[in-house]
């Protein structure tokens, strides 16, 4: 998978990792903060969650236009990181619950300039490695590689947020409870409806607290909570320390690739290396990318849903404590050695593999199937887990399903049958729709948001983690036929001197879809919950038959 690849790939690929690290670590818990420490509802908390990832979304459109044009692809970047820090440590400054609120939006706004300065121009200068014919063919892989490396960073995300607030929170003598915050809220407010069972609850945590203390422990509970997530969002500071070591000390790999169509025109040496299109040429691509744009709105309007709407299914309505077995896949750990140990049995048993090949697999088998049995061992009869746990199980899904769709599309290509990218982005919407028809069936009978006035439901209407999980999986699968391959679609298609510009139009798309998102995400206390993801379902399938009925002049202007 890996063969054959520029080594500037590689770089962009760990420079990338340690930015989407810290970038996922505050994404898995931002509206779990907001609601904690600031009382909002969820319509207000996802509000505030859309208008932010529509910045970030939207930023690189005006990110690309200043490589282009002015600094270049490198400068960019780098400022685009810089810029992202001071945003990260505005957000990590603890402050206590209802205050604070303008430097959060500061900084917010802060982190949204730097990821459009950083992103779009990053994967720009990736797909300028592939510019060269002897790399084209392997272009689409390149950027399911490159994008495994965004999902390493997030695969540890919510377990570093959750490591952090449980470390907080043990430092204040206090446990996470996925109830307290609203009742807390709740409470101080004046507006909660039972007040004695909110101190049975409160009682768990602290046995001497009466209704009279019941007002100091609920503020030193919010404090302390906030303070955890405070020290989360503080994780991104020290992941973009990393991408900048990477990026800066490993410069000679793409340096060659730093390059944008206006500085080869200042350069009488590179002018010859200019590429020109016809008007109609660059209509065409234009076209084309326009009409993709429009399609994959609707991919990032349901799949964004994982940090708004199934973060709040998964804190309401699935259960917050498993089993031994099922803990296995809450516990990054014990997960990590399984798969690993699964990697190595195939490498053992691949057939035409060399004795050293063999005996590594072996080895590795041998040793990871030891670490997850003494992982297992020490799991309780039922282990609990904050929400945001379940958010790593996308990108774990992508880093360890990215081999098996390389692998499936190497070897539809030695048929001739490979999907062209169009066709691959087509089939991604199909497969959306089905991950939200999993949670329209694990949705019904259950009583919507409205009915339980905001709070978490009884335990009769929590739902298996199952649910959820399988939607996660089915919905990178979904992620893999379509985002990489939609951004090697970008690369390829873009006329030359747009090519910062045409990625950054791509993450404009995506801000598109996430302020239908937002939107969705306000119908939470509005509509059932299986309606909710039936909005989805609908949404995902005409979209999905608009790509195909547009295809063949995609599939022209790519020359597919």
Avoid at 94 to 111: E, R, S
Avoid at 200 to 215: C, F, N, R, S, Y
Avoid at 455 to 461: D, I, R, T
Wanted: proline residues 4%; contains cysteine.
């Amino acid at each position: 998978m890996f063969k054959g690849h520029p080594k500037g790939l590689f770089v962009a690929f760990f420079a990338n990792m340690g930015e989407r690290f810290g970038f996922y670590t505050m994404v898995a818990i931002f509206v779990l903060f907001m609601q904690a420490k600031y009382g909002v509802s969820a319509a207000t908390a996802g509000f505030v969650y859309s208008t932010f990832m529509v910045c970030v979304y939207f930023f690189p459109l005006l990110g690309g236009l200043l490589a282009d044009k002015v600094l270049g692809f490198g400068k960019t970047i780098s400022l685009g990181m810089i810029v992202m820090f001071l945003g990260y440590a505005l957000l990590a400054i603890p402050t206590q619950m209802n205050t604070g609120l303008p430097l959060i939006i500061v900084a917010m706004a802060v982190i949204a300039i730097g990821t459009g300065l950083f992103k779009g121009n990053l994967q720009a200068l990736v797909g300028n490695l592939y510019d060269d014919p002897k790399y084209d063919a392997l272009r689409d892989r390149a950027f399911t590689i490159f994008y495994m490396g965004i999902n390493i960073g997030a695969m540890f995300a919510p377990s570093a947020s959750e490591m952090i607030s449980n470390w907080i929170l043990k430092g204040a003598n206090l446990t996470y409870d996925a109830r307290i915050p609203a009742l807390a809220n709740s409470f101080l407010k004046g507006t909660i409806t039972d007040a004695g069972a909110y101190l049975g609850i409160a009682q768990i945590q602290d046995a001497g607290v009466t209704l009279e203390t019941l007002k100091a422990f609920s503020e030193r509970y919010i404090n302390a909570l906030s303070k955890s997530y405070h020290f989360g969002f503080g994780v991104a500071c020290l992941s973009l320390i990393v991408s900048m070591v990477i990026f800066w000390a490993f410069r000679k790999y793409y340096k060659h690739a730093d390059i944008t169509e206006t500085q080869k025109a200042k350069s009488e040496v590179l002018k010859s290396q200019i590429v020109e299109l016809t008007p109609a040429q660059t209509k065409e691509r234009l076209v084309a990318l326009g009409l993709v744009f429009f399609v994959v709105i609707f991919f990032w309007m349901a799949f964004q849903q994982s940090g708004l709407t199934m973060t709040f299914f998964a804190r309401d309505y699935t259960q917050h404590s498993v089993g031994a077995l099922s803990y296995l896949w809450f516990d990054m750990v014990g997960l990590l050695a399984v798969f690993l140990s699964l990697g190595g049995l195939v490498l053992f048993l691949k057939k035409g593999s060399g004795k050293s090949t063999r005996l590594a697999g072996g080895i590795a088998f041998a040793v990871f199937a030891v670490l997850a049995f003494l992982r297992y061992g020490g799991y309780s009869a039922l282990n609990e887990f904050q929400p945001q746990r379940f958010q790593h199980f996308n990108p774990f899904f992508i880093v360890f399903m990215t081999p098996v769709v390389v692998g499936f599309f190497g070897w539809l290509n030695k048929k001739k049958k490979e999907p062209s990218a169009p066709r691959k982005i087509g089939f991604g919407m199909l497969i959306t729709a089905v991950s939200f028809a999993i949670l329209v069936l694990g949705s019904m009978g259950l009583p919507s948001p409205k009915q339980l006035g905001g709070l978490v439901a009884p335990p009769e209407s929590q739902v298996s983690v199952y649910w959820l999980i399988s939607t996660y999986f089915i919905i990178t699968i979904a992620e893999l036929f379509l985002s990489p391959i939609g951004i090697s679609y970008v690369s390829k298609v873009a006329p030359p001197k747009y090519k910062g510009l045409a990625q950054g139009a791509w993450f404009a798309a995506t801000a598109a879809g996430l302020y239908l998102m937002g939107l969705v995400g306000g119908l939470w206390m509005k509509v059932p919950l299986w309606a909710l993801w039936l909005i989805l379902v609908i949404a995902c399938l005409v979209s999905a038959t608009f790509m195909f009925s547009v295809m063949k002049k995609l599939e022209r202007a790519s020359g597919q």
